[in-house]
């Protein structure tokens, strides 16, 4: 499983979250999952995680963040835990070159890299996927819902991921992110806890 790749940097919480998202990959179903914990409880690792999995499976991972810098935070990170495995990451944003968005819009075509980090820019018609198996936004109702869409939909039906630190009431989630089963961090305990 991914989160044995991870057992010696990750806490208790984080592995039962990737550990979550790995059995809802292998449902029939598509995953529909929001990861809920505080800045710095290791939401990223978590995604690291589900699309460590995904690349293993052959397929490819889209995170979209609200903003560049938060991009190139989660790019930084995802680096982090899976150049070392051989997963290429990619950056995209709106500020980069054409010629280097056009060189990470045809890695991503032609399945070069596994995983893309970006903004908006992932979105845009130009930006292909070769195989798009899973979506992670993060701070998902910073995004409408067109955005959303238009990110999934270039992929078959992907799996979905969502990060919030903004701590919801579970009902309340439910009334926001509609039909999603959450996850929960810890920042400081090891013990996994139920988000009620």
Known sequence: ????????????????????????????????????????SGKTAVAA???????????QSALMAPTEILAEQHYETLKGFLEPLGVKVALLTGSMTAKQKKLVKEGLENGEYAVAVGTHALVQQTTKFKKLALVITDEQHRFGVEQRA??????????????????IPRTLALMIYGDLDISCLLYTSPSPRDCS
């Open 49 to 59: 995680g589900a699309a460590y999995f995904v690349y293993e499976n052959g397929c």
């Open 1 to 40: 499983a991914a989160s044995d790749v991870y057992k010696r940097q990750l806490t208790n919480s984080q592995q039962t979250a990737i550990e979550d998202c790995i059995r809802d990959m292998q449902k029939e179903q598509p995953m529909n999952r929001l990861v809920q914990g505080d800045v710095g």
């Open 150 to 167: 238009a990110l999934a939909s270039k992929g078959e039906n992907p799996h979905k991921l969502v990060m919030s630190a903004t701590p």
